[in-house]
């Protein structure tokens, strides 16, 4: 099934809007619900990135969810991102510094 433009993310779990269901699991939702100023759904939390779709770095504040979210979306398996703490995910993806550290090694911690 071909997504339409600009629906790059799908709904993680069931979600209600004042009280009706606006998104079942897997469903498209669109970057306009995800990103910009009238954006209500979190990203990790709420919805996925798909495959492909270039995810910004969190602010140190978010979520652990949207931390990993970022991870997978920089390479890292879902399995290992979801299995990590902020904190990890943060000193791991943190600034530009840590990333460019990371990548620098291989991908290996030091």
Known sequence: MAVPPGYNYRAVRVVEHNGVRAYDVGHPVHESQVIGPDAWLKLGDDVEALP??????????SSQAAWAEFAVAEGLPRDEAEGLSRADLIARYGDDAAAEQLAESGGQDA
């Open 52 to 61: 492909g779709v270039a995810v910004s770095r969190p602010a140190k504040n």
